[in-house]
């Protein structure tokens, strides 16, 4: 008779503790098996005298790592053990299994870590206050004090929506009494009111005892839409965002354990929130790459979110003006509920009317200025109605490189395989490892004296419009201009209360703000986006364009954008000008049938990374030819190709695509890879990492 195969589990003592990758294994009882997985809350022996500890379990395996005589046995299962903790620690392996990570990776991604907490203030929302309140250095104490107050106190009764705005959370509250519980994108314009709409949804959703959790790409770039939520809900809601610390961090999601707060906004880690009744999960902005993690496990929160609320029968909403393929093809499939925005939600605006110019024939002309004729002709007139300007340009710096009229070599960075970019006129910048030069006087690679600077950034912007419009008040926004605390909204909140009349910037000005006294956005290099190494280069430059030219006119006078561009047929550039989203969605999904991109066609991307260049290249080598032994009959393998940026900080990387329709063959062949990395001695000395999209 064959004896049955001993399991074992490994065991987090205590979650919240720093360490969270200290487990310890213990045997699993015949009796225990069928009540234990992933998650499961246990009662375990643990240190001196054997006194019981609880313990979650985080993997379930039939290898001893130590020696069978020395493992104990897990004591019993806790009542009641499905609790929020055990939840996260169940999404965790989800996350591990989908994501190609460690056990302990995912863990330290889901699982607040408990450190030491300063004294806490009485409400983080003060925090976020400070940027609507400043500038207000002119104000006696009493006007202060009443600025701040206004800032913190919930709004009284909901805003009236437009019929199709009600139409949508009709169909919502419907929908979620009823318990359906299918994911919803909803695809508004540029101003359409979305906020208003999830406003009203998290009042439903409440209203039955249950919790929400909203995300929205970046905190400090959305202040204005996290400041509405707060004057609708006060202080039910917490925020998490940059400036944490993480005992603070840990401070918020602990709040959330206890019944504290109902509802929490912030960026893709507060989707790992641990709210014990979580009804409803809110993506805002849901096209934004910040969804997308950059460290492993490289997930995205749009997939998390959706595996959170099925765990939790709540229901999922997403929404944008320009929704990511993705999302919009599962619509298409029917695995998503598609509702539609068409209008605007302030009475009497309408979306912009869009010019495109091109520049080709500019500078056939004889117009060489980064401003067209036609765009000149505009900042001047609003400036003569007292109207405002945004001009948005996909750079930053004061252009894009330095090189030599002699022998043509750019100035590069001798840790990164990139060339520098020229700050102030005066300092070479390396934007991946921070190396900085001085401005040298000759060419490093011949001595030449004839360097230039070629290309051009948001700081040239601003000193060439400050010479073409010398009357005209005139703010930047970028990295350099908000490194400090309180950059972004010290500049936001200016340029809203009308201290400004032009806001240059790079992305930060085209995400979510709403200027009503902008009539005028000028898009002054529309295709820049198109020259990306990467396969969604036009979904990119379509979503810029459609964002940056939504900002104008949604206040009662109609607004302009002007989209200059030397490729003014490509059809992300026509589709954004006419804010034809079903148009784009066609060309672009054709393009990806044909290449067999996502979402056609599942993506394996591995990359790995090592000091040495020989080693680095030797080993992609190898993988490759194992993993096409294996696999290449029914998978494209493609590469290993030089990363787009070859060298970072004196660290070579290469990487290897491998293209699959079904995506647990793309699973099978990380593990497969994976189980041999592990078994090979010189993997040690490099780093791979796994992204699948």
Known sequence: MKKDVVLYASIIIDI??????????????????????????????????????????????DKAEYDIAKIKEIAGVVSGSVTAGSQLIELAWWMKERYGSTMNQALKTVLPVKRKVKARNKQVVETLVTGECAGTADRNPEQQEHAKAAALSPEHGNVTLNPEQQKIVTAFRTAYDRGERTPWLIHGITGSGKTEVYMDMIDHVLAQGRQVIVLIPEIALTYQTVMRFYRRFGSRICVMHSRLSAGERYDQFERAKNGETDIMIGARS??????????????????????????????????????????????????????????????EAGLYRLFTLTRRAVSGSIPPTTEVVDLRQEMQAGNKSIFSRRLKELIGDRLLKKEQVMLFM???????????????????????????TLHNRNRLVCHYCGYTIPLPKTCPTCGSPYLAGFGIGTQKIEELTRQMFPEARVLRMDLDTTSKKGGHEAILSAFAKGEADILIGTQMIVKGHDFPGVTLVGILAADVSLYAPDYRCGERTFELLVQAAGRAGRGRRPGIAVIQTYMPDHYSIQAAARQDYGAFFRQEMGYRRLMAYPPACHLLTMQVAGKDEELTGHMMDLIRESVVRRFGAETAVIGPVPAPVYKVNDIYRKILYMKQENYDILIRIQKYIQDRWDETEDCRKLTIQYDFT
Do not use: W
């Open 270 to 331: 507060a989707l790992f929130t641990p709210f014990p009744r979580l009804g409803l999960i809110i993506v805002d902005e849901e096209h934004e790459s910040a969804y997308k993690s950059e460290v492993t496990p490289r997930y995205h929160a749009r997939e998390v979110a959706e595996k959170l609320a099925q765990m939790n029968d709540a229901q999922l909403v997403m929404g944008s003006a320009t929704p990511s393929v993705e999302a919009y093809a599962r619509a």
């Open 394 to 420: 996909n750079r930053r710096g004061y252009s894009s490189f330095v090189s030599c009229r002699s022998c043509g070599e750019a100035v590069k960075c001798p840790h990164c395989d990139v060339s520098l």
């Open 16 to 61: 919240s503790h720093e360490n969270v990758d200290r487990v310890f294994q213990y045997r699993i009882p015949e009796e225990l098996l069928p009540q234990i997985r992933i998650g499961t809350q246990v009662q375990v022996p643990f240190g001196a005298g054997n006194r019981t500890r609880k313990g979650f379990v985080v993997e379930i395996t």
